[in-house]
């Protein structure tokens, strides 16, 4: 298993600015994935991160808006750009190895508010 | 990425053992099976996986019929502590992708 840790666990920002949220994890691992989750709504995939690539984003979810950055095996950031209350939202990390992809561990989540 | 339907919620008590089904008519050849368990304010945890037949794990047993078009996550014996969102997922992992695609999963409510 793997422990994931996220900074900040939860902001209040002004629309018009950006956060970066950090997620950091206790072991290398290949694969990270960012998720976005509103409040009693399921997971959006936003994007894969996977060691020695370029970050993959999913239909609806642009570079420009969530710049992601993977410098190493235990570390990675979203930025989430030009925020609009839209952007309120929970982001979870989550990250997993090759040889198990389906068993993949979550972070606790950055709970952003924008106003 | 197979499209997946189960009940929205379920309600059980404690010390019952508790039967989700989660329908995948479209599922591929190469496609797994996997369930994760949400705790409110925590991120999706693994709970098992599995191809067909039978997978059972510490925490929960996955039933998967010759067909694959459908999977049962069972849970025995469950306590209040077992309330949670449970998804089930379907997916191949091709290439250096490994994604999750989350459905709408269902809330158990356990009662004591």
């Known amino acids: 298993s793997a422990v994931i840790s996220q900074k900040p666990s939860r902001d209040i920002c002004q629309r018009g600015t950006s956060l970066t949220i950090q997620c950091q994890v206790d072991?290398?691992?290949?694969?990270m994935f960012w998720y976005r989750q509103q409040p009693g709504q399921s997971l959006t995939l936003i994007a894969t991160?996977?060691?020695?690539?370029?970050?993959?984003?999913e239909s609806g979810f642009v570079i420009d808006k969530f710049p992601i950055s993977r410098p190493n095996l235990t570390f990675s950031t979203l930025t989430v750009s030009n925020m609009s209350p839209e952007d309120s939202s929970i982001y979870l990390c989550?990250?997993?190895?090759?040889?198990?992809?389906?068993?993949?561990?979550f972070g606790p989540g950055t709970r952003l508010t924008v106003t | 990425l197979a499209k997946t339907t189960q009940p929205i919620s379920m309600d059980s008590y404690e010390g019952q053992e508790v039967n989700i089904t989660c329908s995948h008519n479209n599922i591929a050849t190469n496609d797994y099976i996997t369930w994760y368990q949400q705790f409110p304010s925590q991120g999706p945890r693994f709970i098992i996986q599995g191809y067909k037949t039978k997978v059972t794990n510490e925490v929960a047993s996955l039933f998967i019929p010759a067909d694959r078009k459908s999977s049962t996550l069972s849970l025995p014996r469950v306590s209040l502590s077992d309330t949670a969102v449970y998804y089930c997922l379907v997916g191949a992992i091709s290439g250096n992708t490994g994604k999750l695609i989350f459905g709408q999963g269902t809330t158990l409510q356990v009662k004591p």
């Open positions: 072991s290398q691992v290949t694969m």
């Open positions: 989550s990250v997993g190895q090759r040889d198990s992809p389906y068993e993949q561990y």
């Open positions: 991160a996977n060691q020695g690539s370029e970050a993959t984003y």
